[in-house]
């Protein structure tokens, strides 16, 4: 019995370091790297867009941390819902207006497309998006945007902070700050390309589609209040500001902060 026990115990020390072997060399633990900046992903999505399916699993992977960049902590992401191809979009049609307007600045007229910092990231490739991610990651860092909020529960009603710094001469001094409310696990059961759950969806615009005009001095404050629609859920609404040329269309510094804990 004495030695049975022995037997045993050496067999479950096997298997049990053979497991812990595996666990190293197969897995790899995601490690973020330091980078220069925050960079805003605008994606163009449509409910009955089949192509989008894989752009939304990449897009997931960024939100869940999971390693698609060297950073994803410091992707922003920001969808719109469009006409195309499937004009039935419910999300495209809660706001025609502004995931129209969106569309029409950039140009897009087909799914998937994606903006990085206002630029055209081309077709659809994992492996190129984050490429191209990585690569933004370095370029020079404009801005520093700092948020603060205060949400009142009972009125669905708030206000939203923005204290902008200076860190490298813009390019050009015909800047808009833009200020939008995007919502998380929007519920979209009937979605016929099967993404019933999307994250990141564009909302509302609270400065407008074309944004509102800013001087970029030193150091900047704007304040803008807003409501919410009954039918979000603050604890999953976000609020997303941006500073855009809208000439270039290149965007110098993005910043998020939860609506509600």
Not at 58 to 81: F, K, P, Q, R
Not at 84 to 111: E, F, H, K, M, W
Request: glycine share 6%.
């Amino acid at each position: 019995m004495k030695y049975l026990k022995i037997f045993f115990f050496v067999i479950a020390a096997i298997l049990i370091h053979g497991c812990e072997s595996n666990d190293t060399s197969t897995n790899s633990v995601y490690i973020p790297q330091p980078v220069n900046k925050k960079v805003l992903v605008e994606f163009f999505t449509n409910a009955g867009c089949n192509p989008c399916i894989a752009a939304h699993g990449y897009l997931d992977e960024i939100n869940l941390n999971a390693g698609a960049t060297i950073n994803d902590t410091s992707v922003i992401i920001l969808s719109y819902h469009t006409k195309y191809p499937y004009i039935l979009d419910s999300l495209y049609r809660a706001n025609i207006t502004q995931n129209q307007g969106r569309c029409d600045y950039y140009g897009v007229n087909n799914t998937p497309q994606g903006r990085l910092n206002g630029i055209s990231m081309g077709q659809y490739s994992s492996s190129n998006w984050s490429a191209q991610i990585n690569a933004e990651f370095k370029q020079t860092n404009y801005l520093n945007i700092t948020l603060s909020n205060t949400y009142d529960i009972t009125l669905d009603t708030g206000t939203v902070t923005a204290n902008i710094e200076l860190v490298n001469a813009l390019p050009s001094a015909n800047n808009v700050i833009h200020m939008v409310i995007m919502e998380n696990n929007v519920i979209y059961p009937t979605a016929p390309n099967g993404i019933t759950q999307p994250d990141d969806v564009m909302r509302y615009m609270i400065t407008g589609t074309d944004g509102q005009a800013i001087s970029v001095g030193a150091s900047n404050t704007v304040s803008m209040n807003y409501g919410l629609n009954p039918k979000w859920v603050p604890g999953e609404c976000y609020i997303v500001v941006f500073i855009q040329n809208p000439d270039t269309k290149q965007i110098f510094g993005v910043e998020r902060i939860k609506v509600s804990m």
